[in-house]
C-alpha cells in the first residue's frame, strides 16, 4: 500500500528592521517566508526620569521598556515564537547593533528561533539578499561603545543639569557635546559682537571695445594695491584718470584643472544641502532617510541611497563597475581609464561606503515624477556628486586683462570651459561657469574707452556666524561628535531655546550665554573640544576592543564628581541677578516690576504674578526721536507676530525700526546701533540715524525718524 508523502512545511523568518517604511521595501524583496516587521527604534532603553546608573557596580546602565513600546515588544516576542529564524536588521551602526542586542535578549527566552544579525549598507534586493544569505552575531564591541557614550552622557547630564538648577533657573538641562557647540556659537556671537566694522571703497569702470562692454575694477594705483578710506579718496583717483587714455597694458591666458570631488560624507552632505539647497541639517538627514528607506518608483519600491551616516568617501567594486557601464554609453569620452579612488580621513571610521545612488541608471529626472519636490532636490545633487567623481578633471581658460589709465591699474578677468568633463553631470555648477562673462579680442597697447566709473562704499566684514553647514564642518574638524550626531547636536540647542536661527545663522540666546559662560568657566576640562575629541577617540578604541568600557567610566567620573561637588558649593547663584527688582510698578496693580529670564530672553513681570499676569518687554535702547524721552522695546505685529522696535511713548511717539538694537552707540552721533542682513553684505552694523553716515550703506533701505506725533497708528 503506498503511503502519501508528507509536504515539507517552509520555514518562517522573522526580519526586525528600525523603521515601517524600510520594512515595507524589505518585505517586497524577501517574499514568501519572510515577515518583516519594524521596531520602531529602541524598545529597551535607559528611563528618562532619572540616572539610572549604578555607579557603585561598574557603572552598570539600568534598562527599561520605553513607556507605550510594551505592546509592540510583545507583538514581536509573539511573531519570533511563531518563527524559525530571526534575523535582526536594524542599522549597522552603533545604535543599530544595540537596538539589535536588546532585540536579541528580549526575544531569546521567547522562542527556540535560531537569532542572527545582518547588517546592508543599502536597500537593494541584491543587498538585502546577500544579507540574509550570510547571517552574523551581533558585535559586543560595538554595543559596548554605544552604551560607553549613553553611560558618560548620563553622567554629565545628570549631574550638570541639577547644579544648573540650583545656580541658574529650574528646568534647565545640558550635554556632553552640545554645550561644547553652544561654546563654540557663544565664542563666535562675541567675536561678532565685539567687531567693528571700517569703511572703504572700491573703484569699478566700464570699458567699451567696439560693440561689446565690460567693467575692470581698480587694483593698483601708483605702484600700490589702493587702500580707499573714503569718497573724496576715491573721487580724487577719478578726477585725476578721468581724461587719461585707457591702454590695454597686459593680456595673460592661464589654464586650469578643476578636478571632481568625492562623493558625500553625511557632514559634507549637510553642508552642501545647507549651502545650496538652503536645508537645514535635520531636513538633510529626514528626507535622506526617506530615499534610502525606499520610494515607491512604478510597481517597485526602491532604496535609492545607501546609508547616509558615514565618514567614509570608499565606494565598492560593485558601485563602481555600475557607474562606470552607465558612462561607458552616455558619457565615454569623459570617463578615466581606471576608476578613481579617493583617500579616506585618518580619523574616519569607515564603516560605511560614501553616499551614493544605489542605481546609477535611476537618474534624477527619470525618478522625478515619483519623488517630491525636496526629494528630487536633494537626490540630484548626491547622484550628480557620485557620478561626477567618477569622471575626467574639467578643464578651464581663464584670461585676465589690465588696463592702464595714467597711474591706474584696472583688471577684469573671464573664465572660459575648455573641456567639460564631469561639469557634464554637474548642470547647477556647470551653468554657472557657462555663464561667466566673455571678453572682447583686445591687443595689448591697443587704447580703449572708459564709459563710466563706478565708486562704491563698503564696510570690512567680522567673522560670520555659524549656520548649520559652517557648525557641522567645525564640528567635523575638531572631531566633535560622529556622522549620526550632527544634526541633533543643532536641533537640541534649538529645541532647548539656547540658540535661535536668524538669517540661517545660528545666534545664541541671552540664556544660552549665561549657561556657556558659567559651565566653561566651572568645567574647563570637560567642555572643550579637546576632551570632547579624545571621547570620540577613546568610543573608537571601546568599538575596536582596545579598551574597556567600565575603565573608561571610572577614569573620567571620579574628578568630574569631585569638581561638580566644587562648584556647587562655592558657584554663586545667579537666581536673585535673574529676578532683579526694578523701580518701574505694574500699570495694572501697582506693584514693583521684576527682571526675569525666560526663554527668549530677559523680560519684566509683575512681583505681584500669579494673582497679576501682566508683562512688557525690556527696554532695548533710548528712543531717539528728540524730546521724547521713552525706551525703545521689541514689540510684535497682530496679524502674523512678526517682530519690530517701538517707542513706549506710542501713540505719542511713533518710532519704528524694523531692525534690532543691539548693545554698541555711534561714535560719531551717540545713537544706537542696529544689525541689518542683506544677500550683498550679509549682516552688518549700522546707525540708526537717518543724518548720520555712520555705517550706513547706500541700499536705500533706512529707518525714518519722526518727531513725535499725536495718535499715529500702531502697525
Known sequence: MATKKTKEKTPQTLVIVESPAKAHTIEKYLGPGYTVKASMGHLIDLPKS???????????????????????????????????????????????EAIAWHLNNALKDKTNAKISRIVFNEITPT???????????????????????RVLDRLVGYNLSPLLWTKVKNGLSAGRVQSVALRLICEREKEVEDF?????????????????????????????????????????????????????????????????????TTSKLQQAAANRLGYTSRKTMQIAQQLYEGIQIGQNRVGLI???????????????ADVRGWLTKNYPDDLPAEPIHYSVGKAAQDAHEGIRPTYTEYTPESVKEYLNHDQFRLYSIIWERFVSSQMNNAKMVTTSVEITSGDAVFRVAASKIAEKGFYNVIKLLASKEEKSSSLPAMKEGEEIKVEKFHPEQHFTQGPARYTDASIVRMLEE???????????????????????????????????????????????????????????????????????????????YGPFKKRVDEVMETQESIKGFLDEQTDLKCDLCGKPMVKKLGRFGYFLACSGFPECHNTKSIPLAKCPCKGCGGD??????????????????????????????????????????????????GSYKSCINPDCNYLHTNDGEENVIPEPVEGSAEE
Open 632 to 681: 525703545i522695546v521689541e514689540r510684535k505685529t497682530k496679524g502674523r507676530g512678526k517682530s519690530f522696535y517701538g517707542c513706549t511713548n506710542y501713540p505719542k511717539c511713533n518710532f519704528i525700526s524694523h531692525f534690532k538694537p543691539i548693545d554698541q552707540y555711534c561714535p560719531q552721533c551717540g545713537w544706537f546701533l542696529v544689525e541689518k542682513f542683506d544677500k550683498k553684505n
Open 127 to 149: 543587498a538585502i539578499t546577500e544579507a540574509v544569505k550570510h547571517p552574523g552575531e551581533i558585535v559586543e564591541a560595538k554595543v559596548n561603545a554605544q552604551k560607553a557614550r
Open 306 to 320: 545607501t546609508y547616509m551616516r558615514t565618514d567614509s568617501v570608499r565606494i565598492s567594486d560593485t558601485a563602481l
Open 478 to 556: 575638531k572631531g566633535i561628535g560622529r556622522p549620526s550626531t550632527y544634526a541633533p547636536i543643532i536641533s537640541v540647542l534649538l529645541d532647548r531655546y539656547y540658540v535661535t536661527r536668524s538669517n540661517k545663522q545660528l545666534v545664541p540666546t541671552q540664556l544660552g550665554k549665561i549657561i556657556s559662560k558659567i559651565l566653561v568657566e566651572s568645567f574647563p576640562d570637560v567642555i572643550n573640544e579637546s576632551f570632547t575629541a579624545e571621547v570620540e577617540n577613546k568610543l573608537d578604541e571601546v568599538e575596536n576592543d582596545t579598551l574597556v568600557w567600565n575603565t573608561m567610566m571610572r577614569d573620567f
Open 50 to 96: 532619572r540616572m539610572a546608573i549604578d555607579i557603585e557596580h561598574d557603572f552598570q546602565p539600568e534598562y527599561i521598556t520605553v513607556r507605550g513600546r510594551a505592546k509592540l515588544l510583545k507583538e514581536l516576542q509573539k511573531d519570533a515564537k511563531k518563527s524559525d529564524f530571526v534575523l535582526l536588521a536594524s542599522d549597522n551602526d552603533r545604535e543599530g
Open 196 to 264: 567693528l566694522p571700517e569703511e572703504y571703497w572700491t573703484l569699478d569702470a566700464d570699458f567699451s571695445k567696439g560693440k561689446s562692454n565690460f567693467t575692470a575694477q581698480l587694483v593698483k594705483y601708483k605702484g600700490e594695491n589702493p587702500e580707499l578710506k573714503s569718497e573724496a579718496e576715491v573721487n580724487a583717483i577719478m578726477e585725476t584718470i578721468k581724461n587719461t587714455p585707457c591702454l590695454v597694458s597686459s593680456i595673460k591666458k592661464t589654464d586650469k584643472t578643476v578636478r571632481p570631488k568625492p562623493p558625500f
